[in-house]
């Protein structure tokens, strides 16, 4: 396993991308989005969560959560609505376009990786805008979604030539249609996101709390690091503190304080999420994912798994693989 948690927990949360829009709009214009609940069905079938993000290829706009303050967007800026709020994009605040879910829906459910949709031409500026949406797993456990604010904004600016070359990227395909473009597409959405969340990491304050907080705290990190990068070892809470250069009482205080838990209990949390991630693959039986988390037998695996979770392995997996199939059945 990786030594960087960050790294760990993307992929142990299963990142996706969909479908992609490329709107070029004409001022004045204003266009609303419901919350992805009503959306992810059809755009990320047997995904548990989905992430809508937006991103400023040409010209401005305002952007946020409806009801509440927008924020300017100028060319460069991503926008991402980490827990799927109900959101507008607008040519300037006050204008509203309240969403045609139904027609949305129609859409999204051609499955085509690319949809230009052209504004109201008065004369107005233009901007230029790619859409995108991203699926992971939300249970058991994602840390890193439960610490993304609701709405995540990633200006542009000099040091973003990194985030500059992904946009650019993302325009230059949706606007080709050559052959591989819906998968260059899908990896593009995940590339975004996990620097936006880089960018956003960045800013963290020091004083704040929550888990990006804690990866920048000296000891926490530490900890982090050792856990994600030998889940399975036999922790101590001791032998945990050594690895953080910190003493037990600091380092069960900072877990606190960061976390909401103690030490342990976060590495519990976590294999039960690299469990579930082993599960869906189907070939792995519930003995060899109980010794790739760490346990010693499959009976305990199974009674710590069914107490996080509230369901044996195997009924988790059972039910997941039904999720999946009904969301497919209904595209």
């Known amino acids: 396993m990786s030594s960087d948690p960050l790294s760990s927990v993307l992929e142990a949360v299963r990142l996706r991308g969909a479908v992609f829009f490329l709107v070029d709009a004409h001022a004045p214009w204003a266009a609303e989005a419901p919350h992805v609940d009503e959306l992810a069905d059809v755009v990320l079938p047997g995904s548990q969560h989905v992430i809508e993000w937006h991103v400023v290829a040409r010209g401005e706009c305002w952007g946020g959560i409806v009801g509440e303050p927008l924020v300017k ?6 926008i991402a609505f980490p827990h799927g709020d109900a959101h507008t994009l607008a040519s300037q605040p006050g204008l509203r376009n309240p969403p045609d879910v139904a027609a949305m829906r129609s859409v999204v459910g051609e499955r085509l990786p690319f949809r230009f949709v052209q504004g109201v031409d008065r004369g107005g500026e233009t901007a230029q ?13 994602n840390p890193l979604l439960a610490t993304l604010p609701r709405l995540l904004h990633v200006r542009a600016g000099a040091e973003s030539d990194g985030l500059r070359a992904i946009v ?10 050559r ?25 963290v304050a020091p004083d704040g709390t929550g888990w990006l907080a804690g990866l920048r705290d000296p000891i926490v990190g530490r900890a982090l690091a050792a856990l994600h990068a030998r889940p399975r070892h036999a922790w101590t ?8 250069a910190s003493s037990r009482s600091v380092l069960a205080e900072r877990f606190a304080r960061y976390l909401g838990v ?9 294999r039960m999420q690299l469990a579930s991630s082993l599960l869906l693959d189907g070939q792995t039986t519930v003995a060899d994912v109980a010794y790739r988390v ?11 798994f069914k107490k996080l979770v509230g369901r044996s392995p195997k009924a988790w997996r059972e039910g997941r ?11």
């Open 262 to 270: 103690a030490p342990m209990q976060y590495l519990a949390q976590w």
């Open 237 to 244: 809470v001791d032998e945990l503190a050594r690895e953080s």
């Open 168 to 177: 650019q990227l993302a325009i230059t395909e949706s606007q080709a249609r």
């Open 294 to 304: 760490g346990y010693g037998s499959e009976a305990a695996f199974s009674r710590a």
């Open 321 to 331: 693989a039904r999720d999946v199939a009904r969301s497919g059945d209904a595209t």
């Open 73 to 78: 967007l100028v060319a460069g800026d991503v």
């Open 129 to 141: 805008i790619v859409c995108g949406f991203l699926g992971c797993d939300a249970r058991p456990f």
């Open 179 to 203: 052959a591989g473009g819906e998968c260059m597409l899908a990896r593009v959405s995940e590339l975004l996101f996990v620097e936006s969340v880089r960018r956003h990491l960045a800013t």
